[in-house]
């Protein structure tokens, strides 16, 4: 049974990053639901023509758990799945997600336990075909004393369905980065924008993801020394890698002054 649109009505709703939760009266028994806990999806977006897949490949889930006025899991918890929006199909008993059709605001999938309800969303894109470089090599002036300085520029990849010149920029996909050659193993990191610790990106709306390097200089040679990261870009479907992958990005390395 699908279930593509409907009526319904929200309960109390707590959502975060992480899972999306709901709430309701206090009851004294242990079987009685409390709350119930929507998990995030392991995947932003479900491809056009396709269930929602994990980066192994494998079909996706939604995970919902119910708990009583203790904390404790009541199991199994009967689970009712909908979306009351366009651009996805919803099987209303396993949760399963199939894009159907783009849009530019991310669906919600909502689950149902009892008179609970919890949301989470998922953004629709294309099949990802092709990814390449947008930067392959880009430099690094570094700093012996100013770390302010030992950010790099976003190493790039875009991510494509098609082929150029009549491809599409595939958005809201994940793209893993690893650093595969480096003299030290402690001379970079890859990081996010927010200067965090991540070997994974999401692509934005123009299919580009990317991640920076913080240097640490102490693992140079010298403090002249001239020297340079390699590091792969891979993205998968299905659970093999995109024609492209992996994609090698160098960052160079030299001394400021």
Known sequence: MRNRSGRFILGILVASTAVAF???????????????????LPAPAVVIGDTLRDTTGAVVHPVVRAFNFKGSEVAPAPVWFQSPDSGITVDSATGIIVGDSLRSTAARVIATVGKLQAIQRVEITLRPDLIQAVNAVDSLKYSILDSTKNISPELQIRLAHGVAPNDSAVKAYLVSFQIVSQSNPGLGELINNAGRPSGVDTTDASGIAGRKIRL?????GSATAVDSIVVNATARYHGTPVSGSPVRLVLLLKPLG
């Open 22 to 40: 709901a709430c309701t009266d206090i009851s004294g028994s242990s079987t009685a639901v409390l709350s119930i806990q929507f998990d995030s």
């Open 216 to 220: 640490h200089p102490v693992f140079l």
